[in-house]
């Protein structure tokens, strides 16, 4: 699996970086728990702890809304790295 020798090392990232508050704008943070297909990683993948687990899923579905990321991609569309078509 692709998706999960990105995160061998099982640590939560926010934890590490001292993360308070998880902005929906800023998607440099959100990347850490999407896939490729942006949806939301689960937490026994990306070893976040619960707190900071909630805030960024609670953080991608506000990007959703806010069309910041998709809800679906297209098998077509689907790429390497999804974030080099944001920025
Ligand atoms: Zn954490």
Not at 18 to 33: A, C, N
Not at 36 to 56: A, D, S, W, Y
Not at 59 to 85: C, G, H, M, S, W
């Amino acid at each position: 699996m692709a998706e999960r020798r990105k995160f061998k090392k099982r640590y939560c990232r926010y934890c590490e970086q001292k993360v308070e508050f998880i902005d929906y704008k800023d998607l440099s943070m959100l990347k850490f728990s999407l896939s490729e297909r942006f949806k939301i990683m689960p937490r026994r993948l990306t070893g976040n702890c619960k707190k900071h687990q909630e805030m960024v899923s609670k953080a991608i579905k506000r990007a959703r809304q806010t069309a910041l990321i998709p809800y679906i991609v297209d098998r077509k569309n689907v790429v390497e790295n999804p974030f080099d078509i944001i920025k």
